[in-house]
């Protein structure tokens, strides 16, 4: 499994960081672009994807690995 993806502000932008790097992957204009790239790398990493607020708080999580909590039915 590799390096969950975290879609993070990024002053006036957007940005995708991959956990625990110091340097954002991608910048981008929008949250919403930010997050199909952050998509698309999880995908092929089989990782997660963490979108922050623009305060930084965790707003929503999506995984494409090996989900420890599948849901049920």
Do not use: C, L
Not at 22 to 30: C, F, R
């Amino acid at each position: 499994m590799g390096k969950n993806q975290h879609v993070v502000p990024h002053g006036d932008n957007w940005a995708v960081r991959g956990e625990g790097n110091k340097k954002v992957t991608v910048v981008t204009n929008t949250q919403e672009d930010a997050r199909k790239i952050a998509r698309e790398i999880a995908i092929n990493q089989q990782s997660e994807v963490v979108i922050h607020r623009s305060n930084g708080q965790i707003r929503d999580k999506d995984s494409y690995g090996n989900d420890p909590f599948p849901p049920k039915g």
